[in-house]
């Protein structure tokens, strides 16, 4: 999928015409003054974000982590002076762990990201009541559905995860055994996270 948030200094091209590793390493950059030094929750706010829940879920779990390292809400100061949106043209108002999925397509429509975005949505489906959704790719939409049986056994799933994380309890963050996710991930050693 193709990147949704652009950062103000890209020329909107394609980021396969870019070195997007220079462009990762600037946003980690940007972002390192909010980065908490681990997960706990005692005192910030205790909210997680639904792409935090997904990458857990449906990408890496190692990933994840990284993510929760972050401040989990929206609008965020850092994102909105630093992205815009490519549907509206106007600054991003999302996580930034929404502008960090950006970063793991590379701007490539193959980016195996396609089941956090369905888990991302199935969340979005739980809250509206809703057993469809519409995903905007390429400037075309693609209809995302699911029971309403699926729809509860994941809202319950990633529901009872996000508590734990917030309580402090203890989780296993383990590394992706798909080596295509590793090969889009933008963590240069997630060894050490």
């Known amino acids: 999928m193709p990147r949704v948030y652009w950062p103000i200094w890209c020329a909107k091209d394609n980021c396969k015409n870019c070195n997007f590793l220079d462009c990762d390493s600037k946003v980690i950059k940007l972002f390192s003054p909010y980065k908490y030094n681990n997960i706990d929750f005692a ?18 779990q190692r990933l994840a982590k990284f993510f929760l390292m ?10 909105e002076h630093n992205f815009f949106s490519d549907v509206t043209g106007l600054p991003a108002e999302v996580p930034i762990q929404r502008i960090f999925l950006d970063m793991l397509n590379h701007g ?12 991302r949505l199935m969340l979005g489906m739980k809250i509206t009541h809703s057993e469809q959704a519409l995903l905007g790719i390429n400037g075309r939409e693609k209809k995302i559905a699911a029971t309403e049986k699926e729809i509860e056994e994941f809202w319950t799933v990633a529901t009872s995860w996000a ?9 296993a963050f383990s590394k992706t055994e798909e080596l295509m996710h590793c090969r889009y991930c933008f963590l240069p050693n997630c060894e050490v996270i």
Not at 43 to 59: H, L, N, Q, V, W
Not at 108 to 119: G, I, K, S, Y
Not at 166 to 171: E, F, P
């Open 43 to 60: 005192d910030r706010p205790k909210e997680i974000d639904t792409t935090s829940m997904a990458i857990y879920f449906g990408y890496c």
């Open 108 to 119: 490539d429509a193959e980016a195996p990201t396609d089941e956090v975005h369905r888990l």
């Open 163 to 171: 508590d734990k994380v917030l309580s402090g309890k203890a989780i």
């Open 70 to 79: 972050f401040p989990q809400i929206a609008p965020i100061s850092v994102v």
